[in-house]
T-cell receptor, first 111, second 116 residues
Framework: QKEVEQDPGPLSVPEGAIVSLNCTYS??????FMWYRQYSRKGPELLMY????GNKEDGRFTAQVDKSSKYISLFIRDSQPSDSATYLC???????????FGSGTKLNVKP | EAGVAQSPRYKIIEKRQSVAFWCNPI?????LYWYQQILGQGPKLLIQ????????DSQLPKDRFSAERLKGVDSTLKIQPAKLEDSAVYLC??????????????FGPGTRLTVL
């Protein structure tokens, strides 16, 4: 079993739609949860960072962590064509533990 | 603030040749990571440095891959000899001071390696 599972998509939505991206994980020691956006031929760019359970909002983006279910989500409201990219979830147990990445979900927002 | 710099951006070599990649992290970032990202997959950690000491190299194929971080700043990753399956993007990332797992990683643009 992989440490982190993520549906690879692709996910295609019309402009303005609400997008839901998800990851599940198996290691209950993970405490730090991140979402990265990666455009084609670019390095990953940090979008959201959450410690432990709960919600975090930043503009059109909301990150949710449910540690009891080992499930994290990223919601994108009012999606734009510029949101078209691959979204990677990542997590870590902290204290110099390494980061584990999902395989990425490719999102296409159609104008 | 300047980001993580990597060079070269692209490299094409034949199998059994050697290749080296260079990374300059964000100024003041103590932790440096090298990742391998194969097309369609998430980044896989190869090696993690804290200053110039190795924290984790458990997934580094040590028979062919080596990495160093002299003086705790720049880092180089070398592959010798390269295999076809080494074709991937090699990403360098750095983290600011503090507990490495609690801090975020900032990625460079990557080096795209093609082994023929």
């Amino acid at each position: 079993q992989k440490e982190v599972e993520q549906d690879p998509g692709p996910l295609s939505v019309p402009e303005g739609a609400i997008v839901s991206l998800n990851c599940t994980y198996s290691n209950s020691a993970f405490q730090y949860f991140m979402w990265y956006r990666q455009y084609s031929r670019k390095g990953p760019e940090l979008l959201m960072y959450t410690y432990s359970s709960g919600n975090k909002e930043d503009g059109r983006f909301t990150a949710q962590v449910d540690k009891s279910s080992k499930y994290i989500s990223l919601f994108i409201r009012d999606s734009q064509p510029s949101d078209s990219a691959t979204y990677l979830c990542a997590m870590s147990g902290g204290n110099f533990n390494k980061f584990y990445f999902g395989s990425g979900t490719k999102l296409n927002v159609k104008p | 603030e300047a980001g993580v710099a990597q060079s070269p951006r692209y490299k094409i070599i034949e199998k059994r040749q050697s290749v080296a990649f260079w990374c300059n992290p964000i100024s003041g970032h103590a932790t440096l990571y090298w990742y391998q990202q194969i097309l369609g997959q998430g980044p896989k950690l190869l090696i993690q440095f804290q200053n110039n000491g190795v924290v984790d190299d458990s997934q580094l194929p040590k028979d062919r891959f080596s990495a160093e971080r002299l003086k705790g700043v720049d880092s180089t990753l070398k592959i010798q000899p390269a295999k076809l399956e080494d074709s991937a993007v090699y990403l360098c990332a750095s983290s600011p001071p503090g507990l490495a797992g609690s801090d975020t990683q900032y990625f460079g643009p990557g080096t795209r390696l093609t082994v023929l």
